[in-house]
């Protein structure tokens, strides 16, 4: 995975119990969360903090610890408006509770389009901020995850979503 200077400021980079992440954000908000690999960034990508940065690092370590279930940290997704829209669905899953492809497609006017709804999820700048961890398949399948389906369930069990059936 390659991570485009698409006007980002510098990365900070913070350990949690998922593995290292990378926020990045664009003056107006975060808009870029994702799960840090060696090849992850180009030679010479700036590492640093701003106050955006700073405040979605804080906002992820009182997450992790179980004191947040909410963020209020400013985001700015890039994306179509498509996978905008999806991710404006996927903020709206509650902490806790999942959903499944087909109820985001049906939440976004489109309820043909769950493998629409998929790719939007894999696209999806904003890990963690943007819940695509609570998007479930039918039944309750974990399928689909970006960062591997062990931080999928990770994150679900952290939030005490994991369908019972996946325990």
């Known amino acids: 995975m390659r991570v485009k200077n698409k006007g980002f400021g510098p990365v900070l980079l913070r350990d949690y119990p998922i593995g290292t992440l990378g926020l990045m954000d664009d003056g107006r908000g975060l808009s870029r969360v994702f799960l840090w690999r060696e090849d992850a960034l180009p030679c010479g990508w700036p590492e640093g903090e701003t106050p955006l940065t700073a405040q979605g690092a804080a906002e992820?370590?009182?997450y992790f610890s179980g004191k947040r279930k909410a963020f209020t940290?400013?985001?700015?997704?890039?994306?179509?408006?498509f996978q905008l829209s999806?991710?404006?669905?996927?903020?709206?899953?509650p902490y806790g509770q999942t959903k499944s492809?087909?109820?985001i497609a049906a939440a976004v006017g489109r309820p043909q389009a769950a493998r629409a709804v998929g790719m939007a999820n894999h696209d999806n700048p904003l890990l963690i901020f943007t819940p695509c961890h609570r998007i479930v398949g039918s039944g309750g399948a974990l399928t689909g995850f970006a960062c591997g389906l062990e931080v999928k369930r990770r994150l679900l069990e952290l939030e005490g979503a994991l369908p019972a059936n996946k325990k």
């Open 101 to 103: 492809y087909g109820q």
């Open 60 to 62: 992820l370590d009182e």
């Open 73 to 81: 940290v400013a985001l700015s997704p890039h994306g179509t408006a």
């Open 86 to 93: 999806v991710w404006e669905a996927l903020r709206a899953v």
